[in-house]
């Protein structure tokens, strides 16, 4: 399978893709001269490592991580800044990765095409393209990252919101198995936001050479907004272990309430129980065993009691 490249270059007051193969792009050095340049590539393998290796000094550490580690990380070069991005698109399921390698005119993205589509088109749609240099792909990037993430928070919480209703209407094993799988994506996506987090601290506390002093705001005003999604997914993760806590509180109230009331049949049968196997002996001296209307008298006597354990308990409240 052949390793596609995009490259995107400023054009007036447009910008212009090519979409060719590295073996091409190799053989036309021309593309590769144009500055400033955006190049996306689908994935890593060792013919893209040898074209980073030899075009642009990427360190060999980088494309190491680009191509095994998990994590989000931002490492600062001489040449260039390697950012590592770990992100969702739609779902906790569908975790994707992104690396950029940033330099002074140059940025290269390795992942997701549709992320680059995305990217390529809010790029096409500036007055003037490239103008603030290529930290405006990564800022755009950044963005949009972001608006994934608070798309996949939205979701969470309005599974967190059906949860809650649900959890006083039934207390079953499925119930309960949706707590635990909601709780472990919101683990998750706390986990990932946090990483993110700090490495937009660490990115921009050590990358002011890349940076245009005018345009730092913009990447702080993004950095605000990861931190407000992580204090949401905080949130989130402390109200779905309210909810789990009165899941099992109503669980346990329930039982309670079944011993409870076993107990009280027992109570109830216990004396009947203990009347009925004194008649079931083979003693004739005992009351009314003889009486034609023993067996009227023992039934209402049984009855009695039933109906006055019953009052008492529920004089006591127990019932």
């Not at 190049?39 to 991580?65: A, C, P, Y």
């Not at 580690?69 to 994707?96: A, C, N, P, T």
């Not at 707590?179 to 706390?190: A, N, Q």
């Not at 009331?261 to 009347?275: A, F, G, K, V």
Request: proline share 3%; aromatic share 12%.
């Amino acid at each position: 399978m052949e390793n596609l490249i995009w490259i995107v270059s400023p054009e007036g007051d447009s910008i212009t893709t090519w979409k060719t193969d590295i073996q091409s792009v190799l053989e036309n050095e021309e593309l590769l001269k144009k500055s400033p340049k955006w190049i996306h590539l689908r994935g890593m393998d060792e013919q893209v490592e040898n074209f980073l290796l030899k075009n642009f000094k990427i360190n060999e550490l980088s494309l190491e991580d680009c191509r095994s580690e998990g994590r989000s990380k931002v490492e600062v070069f001489e040449d260039y800044v390697f950012v590592l991005m770990i992100y969702f698109d739609g779902g906790i399921s569908r975790q994707k990765k992104l690396c950029i390698f940033w330099g002074k005119d140059f940025i290269i993205t390795i992942g997701s095409r549709r992320l680059f589509e995305e990217t390529r088109k809010n790029l096409s749609l500036e007055e003037r393209p490239f103008e603030q240099g290529v930290e405006r792909i990564f800022w755009l990037i950044s963005s949009i990252v972001a608006d994934k993430f608070k798309g996949v928070t939205d979701i969470l919480e309005e599974q967190a919101d059906e949860i809650e209703a649900r959890v006083f209407k039934e207390q079953n094993p499925e119930l309960l198995e949706d707590i635990s799988d909601l709780s472990f994506e919101i683990l998750t996506l706390r986990r990932t936001l946090k990483q993110l987090r700090d490495t937009y601290k660490s990115l921009i506390s050590s990358v002011s050479r890349f940076i245009n002093p005018e345009n730092i705001h913009y990447f702080r005003d993004l950095l605000d907004e990861i931190s407000i999604l992580y204090d949401r997914a905080e949130t989130l993760h402390e109200f779905t272990q309210n909810v789990l806590s009165v899941f099992s509180s109503l669980v346990s109230f329930k039982l309670n309430d079944i011993m409870k009331t076993l107990t009280i049949l027992i109570t109830i049968l216990e004396p009947l129980m203990l009347i009925s196997s004194f008649y079931g002996m083979n003693i004739e001296e005992l009351p009314f065993a003889h009486s034609p209307y023993g067996i009227f008298v023992i039934s209402f006597l049984m009855i009695g009691i039933s109906f006055f354990l019953l009052y008492y308990f529920r004089r006591k409240g127990w019932i």
